[in-house]
């Protein structure tokens, strides 16, 4: 996988703007993928990055880039532990709601609602969503917005100029490991 893509992807997680991106991707084997995320991670961990496998589908890798001191902490939020708990989730640690995660994924078609949580989108969106059959949003961006509309299209926005800087970065030979910020 090239650093590109994953810049691509997960900019605004990189920046240290997002608590997480994911995005699929193809590898030619197994052990390509073993290799790759094994290298990211030898790279970005001392940033406050993991990088992880979430489900393979269709022959893709669904690829989970995250801060797990951010996440740790969006996941303490009242109403997240509460949209997390109604589905089994035990929330007594970080790695345990990613295991949690990756078995919905599995058993699911579609992406599991509460998923937005995991890549910090803000959780009365998130319950908006659930509620409404994501039907009735205010807006929509990077998510749908049941909340608050100007501060979700700001974010929106300083995610887009994130990309657009470190896909600059990147095509010009920035390594991802020098646009990670330590958080």
Avoid at 57 to 75: F, M, Q, S, W
Avoid at 83 to 90: A, F, I, K, T, W
Avoid at 128 to 150: L, P
Avoid at 151 to 176: D, H, M, N, W
Wanted: some cysteine.
């Amino acid at each position: 996988m090239s650093e590109e893509v994953l810049v691509k992807h997960c900019s605004p997680t990189l920046a240290g703007l997002k608590t997480a991106n994911m995005f699929t991707y193809k590898f030619e084997s197994l052990e390509e993928e073993r290799a790759n995320i094994r290298s990211l991670n030898a790279r970005l961990t001392r940033k406050g990055l993991r990088v992880i496998p979430l489900r393979k589908h269709n022959g893709a890798t669904l690829i989970y880039v995250y801060r797990p001191e951010k996440l740790k902490k969006d996941l303490k939020d009242q109403t997240a532990h509460r949209l997390l708990r109604e589905r089994g989730y035990s929330c007594e640690s970080v790695d345990r709601c990613i295991v949690r995660l990756m078995k919905r994924l599995r058993e699911c078609e579609s992406f599991p609602h509460e998923i937005g949580l995991f890549l910090g989108y803000p959780p009365e969106d998130v319950c908006g969503f659930i509620e409404n059959k994501a039907d009735g949003c205010k807006c929509v961006g990077c998510w749908k917005v049941y909340g608050d509309v100007e501060k979700a299209q700001a974010l929106f926005e300083k995610y887009k100029r994130c990309t657009r800087i470190c896909c600059s970065l990147a095509a010009k030979g920035c390594p991802v490991d020098k646009l990670a910020v330590s958080c």
